[in-house]
Nanobody, 119 residues
Framework: QLQASGGGLVQAGGSLRLSCAASGRTFSNYAAAWFRQAPGKEREFVAAITWSGYYADSVKGRVTISRDNAKNTVYLQMNSLKPEDTAVYYC?????????????????WGQGTEVTVSS
């Protein structure tokens, strides 16, 4: 089970840190990712982490994905937020050390946390 948290309302240029806590499994054995879905749009890849982080071009340089295996938690630090970052953010995980930018490749999903960036 994955539990996402940390979303909220922030002004453009601000920062948020999202958290994804896993229970019932050893998270270090899983590749984890964040996706987002804006109203009327498809779910899109944001970032993934295995032993290092990987990023969508749209967020590269503004977002950092990290993990604390002792806490079974993955984080998404988002800086310099833009109105176009507004979406529901979902964390996802799949067993093993390979990441994908496709949501259908992930087996486990959190419930989503909403991020709203005002201009």
């Amino acid at each position: 089970q994955l539990q996402a948290s940390g979303g909220g309302l922030v002004q453009a240029g601000g920062s948020l840190r999202l958290s994804c806590a896993a229970s019932g499994r050893t998270f270090s054995n899983y590749a984890a990712a964040w996706f987002r879905q804006a109203p009327g749009k498809e779910r899109e890849f944001v970032a993934a982490i295995t032993w290092s982080g990987y990023y969508a071009d749209s967020v590269k340089g503004r977002v950092t994905i990290s993990r604390d295996n002792a806490k079974n938690t993955v984080y998404l630090q988002m800086n310099s937020l833009k109105p176009e970052d507004t979406a529901v953010y979902y964390c996802a995980a799949r067993y093993g050390g390979v990441w994908y930018d496709r949501p259908d490749m992930y087996d486990y999903w959190g419930q989503g946390t909403e991020v709203t960036v005002s201009s």
